[in-house]
């Protein structure tokens, strides 16, 4: 059985999280710490294979953890279970960045810390973290992670086949909301485009990949990273900050440039619409999750559909589930497009692109580290 390590500064919800654990028969916990250094000193003494970890703490905070549990070279992974991620605070964006796998919304109650829907989150964390084979009691959608919104009810079926029944109507309504912007990206400079999805290990991933895009890219970049409202604008702040290359959280209405990568909104779906010929906005709109996801990767591949961009370049990395592959092999039968999937090795979890790998239409299988240069190698620099 794996061992866990519970650390909280609520008796509590050391309690209740323990609880959880040690009814799932691959873990066990028997050790629980107040704040990090009771944490260190534990890990100093028992090897323990994952970390359920608060980030406000007396002491020494998660983040302070996780800063010594780096140094030290500890190998237990780390799932964050805390309020502060409700917030979308930048403690969040630091802590994945630190090497945290993934993280969950400590519940408001303690109603909503005894729900199925909570335990089912954290053992969900646990089992990919630790790489066990992970069947959903309450029938989740495999990547409907703390990331997203519940589902509206609408199946996957009906997804697939009002797509194209409701696609034209559903961007003429789109285009005619957009008309108070300017124009977007016209012929001669629209060429190509990057399309890019992640999850799980995403926010850390990307910072292998998008501060090493130059500023002058032949192309501007939409990205689709699994994440709530408000982690997105804090994800895009930092991504921002390490880039030459811009980088924001995409807005309604907004205008396609080059070398500039625009993050899907959490909580909103996000799509690419042509307006006129070579003329491209964004639609980022507040409605029902896709397969618990919102955004969703499969939408924005979708929305691209024989659209008039030269080539598109889709880059699948690191996540949970599937997201992605269906819009992608729907994209290629409109659409000349080059895909770019990140490897097993350099893979938090390899869920996302081993989907479209083994559909068996990537172009180029590449490690995290090489993503950035295959991107530049393929669109070009202006």
């Known amino acids: 059985m794996k061992k866990i ?5 609520s008796a509590l919800m050391r309690r209740v999280l323990s609880d959880i654990i040690n009814k799932d028969g691959e873990f066990h916990t028997e050790h629980s710490a107040r704040d990090g250094l009771e944490a260190l000193e534990l890990m100093e003494q028992i090897d323990f294979d994952a970390v359920v970890l608060d980030i406000i703490m007396p002491k020494m905070n998660g983040i302070e953890f996780l800063r010594e549990v780096h140094e030290r070279g500890y190998k237990a992974k ?21 090497g945290a796998f993934d993280f969950v919304t400590k519940p408001s109650s303690l109603l909503e810390a005894k729900s199925g829907e909570f335990a089912v989150k954290v053992l969900e964390r646990l089992h990919w973290a630790l790489e066990l084979e992970w069947h959903d009691p309450l029938s989740c959608q495999t990547d409907s992670t703390d990331h997203t919104e519940p589902d509206t009810g609408q199946t996957e079926q009906q997804d697939e086949s009002e797509v194209h029944t409701k696609k034209s109507a559903g961007q003429r309504k789109i285009v005619e909301n957009s008309k108070r912007y300017s124009s977007g990206m016209r012929a001669g400079t629209s060429g190509k485009l ?17 501060p090493k895009l130059p500023g002058k890219l032949d192309a501007a970049v939409v990205l689709v990273q699994h994440m709530p409202v408000g982690f997105t604008a804090s994800l895009s702040a930092r991504l921002n900050e390490l880039s030459e290359i811009r980088v924001k959280e995409a807005e309604d209405g907004e205008i396609l440039q080059k070398g500039t990568v625009y993050i899907a909104k959490g909580g909103s779906q996000m799509r690419v619409i042509e ?26 591949y979708e929305s691209l559909r024989e659209s008039s961009f030269e ?10 589930g599937a997201d ?15 895909v770019i999937a990140q490897d097993a ?7 996302m692109p081993k989907a479209i790998a083994e559909r068996g239409v990537t172009d180029e299988i590449q490690d995290l580290d090489l993503i950035a240069d295959a991107i530049i190698k393929h669109v070009g620099v202006r």
């Open 5 to 9: 390590l519970v650390v909280d500064d």
């Open 78 to 98: 780390v799932i964050i279970v805390s309020t502060i991620a409700r917030k979308g605070a930048g403690e969040t964006i630091e802590a994945l960045e630190l």
């Open 194 to 210: 990057v399309a890019l999805a992640c999850s799980t290990g995403g926010p850390k991933a990307l910072q292998q990949v998008i």
């Open 275 to 300: 307006r006129n010929r070579h003329e491209f906005v964004l639609s980022v709109r507040e409605e029902g999750a896709r397969n618990g996801l919102k955004p969703c990767a499969d939408i924005l």
């Open 311 to 320: 080539e598109i370049t889709c880059v699948v990395m690191t996540g949970m």
């Open 324 to 338: 992605g592959t269906k819009g992608i092999l729907q994209l290629k039968e409109t659409n000349k497009i080059y």
């Open 345 to 351: 090795q350099s893979s938090t979890v390899y869920g």
